[in-house]
């Protein structure tokens, strides 16, 4: 398609950090990946704390392109959010953008008001998930739900990485089908593919015993995550395993207080961040995700395209992504006893695991490719440029 005015079009990127998480990759990779001749992008970004290494590298390639908005943070606060929502519309202004494309929900609901007020003309948003349940009470969800409404009247597309966050937006009368466009999440997965380490050399730097299974969980320290059933479910749980906990987040002190009170220390490594995932998943015998909600969950991607079977939670986007009783196992949310027998099962049996790394390697290969988002992307961009522009 031929761009309006033979000019590229003008596109900001929106998030309120590039920290360590799903949500940040995938604004890197676009912003990294999309056409140059096609596209001037810019990110827009609140304050990061824990970047990743890949993406402190990128920021700094970057710079030049990255606007910092200070008051644009993840917690709300109305003088914030209110400071951030002046800063955005200012921006948008000046800079004359065609397209606003905001990430998250925080970013996703002042970047599209911002946009909307400072007459940016196409305004596109990826929620990386939902908050319409699993996150907050009743009340709270319906507010939730009411305000994203609102501010799909003025959205020209919702980008969605599941087909259950699509058809949730349809159940939650949210988005018009129309509206709504089903682009799954690209990885960088060619680091896991086949990638091999010295097992032994890794375990004795965390202090791992050689002769102790491992089961890992890679994600934040946070409520949704649902690790406090995986600790519960470790006391029920009578084999020779350690438990590797990579990630922080707001409940690390609280884990930490909660396993050493279960008389569970022996069984638990809590590494803060890391950079170094192949690594670690290339020494896990199991990866685990116990979350009340998910949106996708890359760390289960990037264990099945490492060949580590998963147990993970029957939730949010979690089922298109594994497939149950063949590269992994599903249990129900908030389940200790579920969730404990399936670990156990799968350490005690170890032709089901070999047999699950095989599925697992075969059924991501050619799945969630860097290429095929930004070629679906770029034809969102263009497909709207040419009705609006």
Not at 112 to 117: G, M, S
Not at 184 to 195: C, I, M, N
Not at 197 to 202: A, S
Request: with cysteine; charged share 25%.
């Amino acid at each position: 398609m031929i761009i309006a005015n033979s000019q590229k079009l003008k596109v900001a990127e929106v998030i309120t950090r590039m920290d360590w998480g799903g949500s940040p990759d995938i604004v890197r990779l676009i912003c990294k990946h999309l056409d140059p001749n096609l596209y001037d992008i810019r990110l827009i970004v609140g304050p990061s704390v824990h970047p990743t290494q890949k993406t402190k590298d990128f920021l700094e390639e970057f710079k030049d392109k990255v606007i910092t908005v200070n008051a644009l943070k993840r917690n709300i606060n109305p003088i914030n959010d209110f400071a951030a929502l002046g800063q955005l519309r200012e921006t948008f202004k000046r800079e004359k953008f065609d397209i606003v494309h905001t990430h998250t929900a925080k970013a996703g609901a002042l970047g599209r008001l911002a946009a909307r007020k400072a007459g940016v003309p196409i305004i596109i948003h990826t929620p990386h998930g939902h908050n319409f349940y699993g996150y907050f009470g009743f009340i709270f969800s319906k507010i939730i739900i009411a305000i994203e409404r609102h501010l799909c009247r003025f959205t020209d597309k919702i980008i969605c990485l599941t087909q259950l966050e699509k058809k949730d937006f349809i159940k939650f009368k949210v988005a018009s089908q129309d509206k709504l466009a089903l682009i799954p999440q690209g990885l960088e997965l060619d680091e896991y593919k086949d990638a091999t380490f010295d097992k032994d050399k890794l375990k004795k730097n965390l202090g791992l015993p050689l002769n102790e299974d491992v089961v890992g969980y890679i994600g934040r320290l946070e409520p949704i995550k649902g690790l406090d059933y995986l600790i519960a479910a470790v006391k029920l749980i009578n084999n020779n395993v350690k438990f590797l906990i990579v990630g922080d987040g707001s409940l690390r002190e609280r884990l930490g207080q909660k396993v050493k009170a279960l008389g569970l220390s022996e069984k638990f490594i809590f590494t803060g961040w890391r950079s170094d995932i192949a690594q670690l998943l290339f020494l896990m015998d199991l990866l685990v995700l116990p979350s009340l909600n998910e949106a996708v969950g890359i760390s289960l991607i990037q264990a099945q395209a490492m060949g580590v079977p998963v147990v993970a939670s029957n939730v949010g986007g979690i089922p298109e992504i594994i497939r149950d009783n063949f590269t992994g196992i599903l249990v129900p949310p908030a389940n200790p006893q579920a969730l404990a027998k399936a670990i156990a099962g799968l350490l005690n049996d170890k032709q089901k695991r070999l047999g699950m790394s095989k599925e697992a390697k075969a059924w991501i290969k050619g799945k969630f490719r860097v290429e095929d988002m930004i070629n679906r992307i770029s034809g969102l961009y263009q497909e709207l440029a040419g009705k609006k522009l």
